[in-house]
DNA sequence: GATAAGATGTACAGATCGGTACATGTTTTC
DNA sequence: GAAAACATGTACCGATCTGTACATCTTATC
């Protein structure tokens, strides 16, 4: 029970999850997918929400790193760093994988508030949240939890509407928004 | 086969999807549920996808119908229809059986782009957005395209925020928001 | 009231679901 | 090299999945 074994099997079975969906992946599939035996599976994860939980725990790992990175990539300053995440919005959408956002599709596979991959992926959305208060509130604004809840609306509207709506661009149309909205936070 | 017997099957699957999934409902969940045989089921419904595509469009209408109705009852002009469209946001919110947009739902349970199911997420989607680029147009706005998909990016957010982050209530944020853009299209 | 036509219920098929028992293989320790 | 500890593969469990075959029941028509 190598523990580097687990993370690959964490790894591939989150390719999976994001690409097919929660109750669409059985065991089965990804058993197939690793290459590794059921018995071992079940070894390494009690159950099937077992494996979905420590899934998405990779993938915010994986998605903030990535996100703040990028956007401290492009600017250095917080009211900067603001607009910027809509740019790196956009160039997650433009990937090929897009898929939407791993968390609102678990959320919404989990319906019941209390349920732990619900609750995993509020977390992750409560995460960003303080994110996006904490640059507002860098950056000066008036009011830094209306704005930071604000420009989170952006955002996540601008992944749904990515899914559904290939040819409105919203990243651009949040990204002309969220500049909207900082000039009026900042005067 | 009365074709009255047909919507009410139709009505009561919309509600057992919506509450708990698509995937995650079986046809003999629905058959319990609705007291029909599982024969007159399948008479009305050649397969599982028809059930869910009926079940989008009979909600589709519902949604759209009250949506729009209500926002007339709250405001006379295109502009104030604009800002009140999150005040009746905010009254769906607040429903104690609110789990979300079935259509993002249903977008993220099949993903496949030329999926029926998806196309008609879509479908519902871009209803929406000319909607409010008609409001906009009407409103007399710099740039409908611009503020109408601004707009509804800020729907959707409030959206899928209201199902994960109860606390900060997105609705209100989101009014705010859209008030600041509309002033800022208006001047 | 006999007969045809359509609606319904039961029972099941074949596949897949999450999960496990158990036998075998591999490594470690003495 | 024997024995204990661990990892793995196979084969299966009962439940549930979508969908169907077929017998029964109701209703309309003559």
Not at 12 to 25: I, M, P, Q, S
Not at 80 to 101: M, N, P
Request: charged residues 30%; glycine residues 4%.
């Amino acid at each position: 029970m190598r523990p580097n074994k687990r993370d690959e099997l964490v790894r591939k079975a989150l390719e999976v999850f994001y690409r097919d969906g929660f109750h669409a992946t059985g065991m089965d599939k990804l058993v197939v997918e690793t290459g590794v035996s059921k018995t071992s599976m079940y070894k390494h994860f009690r159950t099937k929400e077992e494996l979905i939980l420590a899934a998405l725990r990779l993938r915010d790992e994986n998605f903030r790193n990535w996100f703040i990175r990028r956007i401290e990539d492009l600017s250095e300053t917080p009211a900067g760093q603001l607009i910027a995440s809509f740019d790196v919005l956009k160039e997650w959408f433009e990937e090929d994988k897009y898929r939407g956002c791993m968390f609102i599709k678990a959320g919404a596979e989990y319906q019941e508030k209390d349920h732990p991959i619900h609750v995993q992926a509020a977390e992750h959305k409560r995460l960003l949240l303080d994110y996006m208060t904490d640059l507002c509130r860098k950056a000066g604004v008036r009011d830094p939890e209306s704005l930071g809840c604000q420009l989170l609306l952006l955002q996540e509207g601008a992944i749904v509407t990515a899914v559904l709506l290939k040819k409105c661009d919203p990243a651009q149309d949040a990204k002309e928004a969220a500049q909207v909205l900082l000039n009026h936070a900042l005067t």
